[in-house]
T-cell receptor, first 118, second 110 residues
Framework: EAGVAQSPRYKIIEKRQSVAFWCNPISGHATLYWYQQILGQGPKLLIQFQNNGVVDDSQLPKDRFSAERLKGVDSTLKIQPAKLEDSAVYLC????????????????FGPGTRLTVL | GNSVTQMEGPVTLSEEAFLTINCTYTATGYPSLFWYVQYPGEGLQLLLKATKADDKGSNKGFEATYRKETTSFHLEKGSVQVSDSAVYFCALSDAGKSTFGDGTTLTVKP
């Protein structure tokens, strides 16, 4: 079974530039997550989709971050404009279930995109 | 809100030593609890989980018991190997929302 795919793996940009990350979840997984992991910290949930609907985006800085999930499959996360503090690894994860099943589901993580903002 | 607190690292052990990594949590609901592991150069992957009080999750010789009375989910292994060197993350899922600890780096020396 193919895992969660992410691209690019690395990205270096200047502050105030824009950047986009792509994620392809495991086939058949209804729920997709984007996390931000700053060096030395654990992953912080930015946004969670069930199929193509947003379930939780309470920690997404909506003035600069946006995300969409196309047709309930692939997803893109965009930052515009980027700030120095956005330097982090952006992780995409997916899980099988929806609704109350999410509570017990295992999340499967992609390799992440390491973003450096100069 | 929810939170997960892990013992501060890094942890360095000799091969065959006993391992404990402490994890405590606060949650508004009744969460499931997880340990994820990140081996060098690899992505996060599930190590074990427990979905209700007094459940014990186990995998690859690691164990953790869901203790609701002490809000804890400590990770243990009786005899660590060099190949267990990794970063370990405790996490909870409550009402569909996931919260991770900051991770504990384990280094096992031969």
């Amino acid at each position: 079974e193919a895992g969660v795919a992410q691209s690019p793996r690395y990205k270096i940009i200047e502050k105030r530039q824009s950047v986009a990350f792509w994620c392809n979840p495991i086939s058949g997984h209804a729920t997709l997550y984007w996390y931000q992991q700053i060096l030395g910290q654990g992953p912080k949930l930015l946004i969670q989709f069930q199929n193509n609907g947003v379930v939780d985006d309470s920690q997404l800085p909506k003035d600069r971050f946006s995300a969409e999930r196309l047709k309930g499959v692939d997803s893109t996360l965009k930052i515009q404009p980027a700030k120095l503090e956005d330097s982090a690894v952006y992780l995409c994860a997916s899980s099988l279930g929806v609704g109350t099943a999410i509570r017990t589901d295992t999340q499967y993580f992609g390799p992440g995109t390491r973003l450096t903002v100069l | 809100g929810n939170s997960v607190t892990q013992m501060e690292g890094p942890v360095t052990l000799s091969e065959e030593a006993f391992l404990t990594i402490n994890c405590t949590y606060t949650a508004t609901g009744y969460p499931s609890l997880f340990w994820y592991v990140q081996y060098p150069g690899e992505g996060l992957q599930l190590l074990l989980k427990a979905t209700k009080a007094d459940d014990k999750g186990s995998n690859k010789g690691f164990e953790a018991t869901y203790r609701k009375e002490t809000t804890s989910f400590h990770l243990e292994k009786g005899s660590v190997q060099v190949s267990d060197s990794a970063v370990y993350f405790c996490a909870l899922s409550d009402a569909g929302k996931s919260t991770f600890g900051d991770g504990t780096t384990l280094t096992v020396k031969p």
